[in-house]
């Protein structure tokens, strides 16, 4: 049981550049997530996913997309990167509780990226 | 709008000793979940403690406890016998129910010192 993973764990891109990042859970959540952390704030949300085939645009969407087109992967692109989109993206998936509610997030290990 | 107050940016404790990291938050919902995670220098974030606030009985986890007042809207984490290990940035988090967004508080450095 690997939790939530994340690829790559490290990437440099020049402006202007795409590229996708990968999230995958084997913990057959419905809920997942994309944030981004930037130093001195907590995480925001940029997309999120309440289960496959659908996404929703979280705080901060612009200059990115998303899709889940299997429950357990959740995909974040960016299409023309820029340098203020230099972060650290976390991806988390939380279950569905009784009720329809969300429950805890878990988080992968994080992706950092650089764009110059 | 839900908001998560943090007002230590940073704290230091000695090894073996307590220390107690402050939350406050805004909301006018009244059933949400309260979280605490931890991120230490290799970012990923991990799960301290949860609290749902329908509960009146204080969450506890190993060295872990918090103190959760709900109608002063404070929800604080207190560390027992600290370890070296417990060196990290903790966000205090919110989120209602039915809703999608976790909301984030701006984090509290932790240094634990021997």
């Known amino acids: 049981n690997a939790g939530v993973t994340q690829t790559p764990k490290f990437r440099v891109l020049k402006t202007g550049q795409s590229m996708t990042l990968l999230c995958a859970q084997d913990m057959n959540h419905e809920y997942m997530y994309w944030y981004r952390q930037d130093p001195g704030m907590g995480l925001r949300l940029i997309h999120y996913s309440v289960g496959e085939g659908t996404t929703a645009k979280g705080e901060v969407p612009d200059g990115y997309n998303v899709s889940r087109l299997k429950k357990q992967n959740f995909l974040l692109g960016l299409e023309s990167a820029a340098p203020s989109q230099t972060s650290v993206y976390f991806c988390?998936?939380?279950?569905?509780?009784?009720?329809?509610?969300?429950?805890?997030?878990?988080f992968g290990p994080g992706t950092r990226l650089l764009v110059l | 709008a839900q908001t998560v107050t943090q007002s230590q940016p940073e704290m230091s404790v000695q090894e073996a000793e307590t220390v107690t990291l402050s939350c406050t938050y805004d909301?006018?919902?009244?059933?949400?979940?309260l979280f605490w995670y931890k991120q230490p220098p290799s970012r990923q974030m991990i799960l301290v403690i949860r609290q749902e606030a329908y509960k009146q009985q204080n969450a506890t986890e190993n060295r872990f406890s918090v103190n959760f007042q709900k109608a002063a809207k404070s929800f604080s984490l207190k560390i027992s016998d600290s370890q070296l290990g417990d060196t990290a940035m903790y966000f205090c988090?919110?989120?209602?129910?039915?809703?999608?967004?976790?909301?984030f508080g701006t984090g509290t450095r932790l240094q634990v010192t021997l």
């Open positions: 988090a919110f989120i209602s129910y039915g809703a999608s967004k976790l909301t």
């Open positions: 909301t006018s919902e009244s059933n949400y979940y």
């Open positions: 988390a998936s939380s279950p569905l509780r009784a009720g329809g509610y969300q429950e805890t997030q878990y």
